[in-house]
Each structure stands twice: as structure tokens, then as C-alpha cells.
């Protein structure tokens, strides 16, 4: 299924490019990205290997992560990454965001969230998707509870991170909650 690219009032979400590299590699790199992501760099070398696994990927094949780049329409910057991993036989889906420490705190993760679970409900058809989020990271949890994801879980210690134990939240939605909305 090919749905990209899709719009938004201010982005265009879409296939990742060999010319975003650059741009993903160096937001990923942050500090302040990286504090809550499974990765402490990521490096020229990374983002290549990753365009080259995603570059061919078709959206919507199970036990597969699909990153979508998220692009600022007014100045065509990449201010992020939407990533969806897909899995339960085409049932479910799991959503995680990156965004550019520049580009935080303007709505972009909302909207670009909003449109990609519009299409894993309306399009890809999924009955329920899931989040599982550092229980320090204060703005995923709001954007997902703003998107009307409700908290299944508190795993305390349960991972290893970063030199430390740390705690997760589980985060779900299903699709008849969305539509209640």
C-alpha cells in the first residue's frame, strides 16, 4: 500500500530521502534528542544503513519498523521522524516520534501524529495501537495522552538504559475510542 505523501496544514509526511540523511543524522545526535531514544549517536554511517534497510520497505508489513519523515511545508525542512512498527497480522501497530529539538514545541508531533493514526485506523485498518514511552519523558506522554492514548501500564526498573534503571509507560488506543473521540 502506497499512501505517501500525506499532508497536514503546515507538513508532508513521506518517504525518507537520500538527502534527508545529513539533516535525520544530526538532529539524532543531539543530546537532547538521544536522552530518551535507544540510541546515545548516531552517525553518518547509521543513517545510511537506515535509508537502505527503509528506502524499499512497503508501509504496513508486519514485524517491520516504517519511519516516515516529517517535512515543514513552508521551508521544506525535516523536522522529524514518525516511526511505526507493524505486527499482530496486520491487527496492530506501535508509533514512536523523533522530532529536532528545533522543531519541538510547535504542534509538528501533534499534527504529524494525528495524521499518521487517522491512516493506521482509517487506511491500514488496525484495531489498536500502542506506545511504550521513558516514564521521564514529560512531552511524549502529553502528546499521546492529548491524542486520546490512555496509560495500560507503569513498568518500574524494567530496562536497563543508559547506565541506569529506568521506568516505561505503555501507552494504547483503539480504534473505537478514536472514532468515540
Not at 509526511?13 to 535507544?38: C, G, M, W
Amino acid at each position: 500500500m502506497e499512501i505517501f505523501p500525506l499532508t497536514t496544514e503546515r507538513l508532508m509526511l513521506r518517504r525518507f530521502t537520500q538527502r534527508d540523511l545529513p539533516i535525520f543524522s544530526d538532529y539524532r545526535n543531539k543530546p537532547e534528542v538521544a536522552r530518551h531514544q535507544s540510541w546515545s549517536s548516531f552517525s553518518a554511517e547509521d543513517a545510511a544503513a537506515f535509508f537502505e534497510q527503509q528506502h524499499e520497505l512497503a508501509f504496513d508489513t508486519d514485524d517491520t519498523w516504517f519511519q516516515i519523515a516529517v517535512e515543514r511545508k513552508e521551508d521544506a525542512v525535516l523536522a522529524g521522524d514518525v516511526a511505526v512498527y507493524f505486527f499482530d497480522g496486520g491487527r496492530q501497530a506501535e508509533i514512536g516520534v523523533t522530532f529536532d529539538s528545533t522543531c519541538q514545541r510547535q504542534g509538528y508531533a501533534t499534527e504529524a501524529l494525528s495524521r499518521v493514526i487517522d491512516v493506521l485506523f482509517n487506511d491500514c485498518k488496525k484495531h489498536r495501537i500502542v506506545a511504550t514511552v521513558d516514564a521521564r519523558n514529560d512531552s511524549v506522554v502529553r502528546l499521546l495522552e492529548k491524542q486520546g492514548f490512555r496509560r495500560e501500564g507503569h513498568y518500574r526498573e524494567n530496562i536497563f538504559f543508559k547506565g541506569a534503571w529506568s521506568d516505561e509507560y505503555s501507552f494504547a488506543l483503539l480504534e473505537h475510542e478514536r472514532r468515540a473521540g
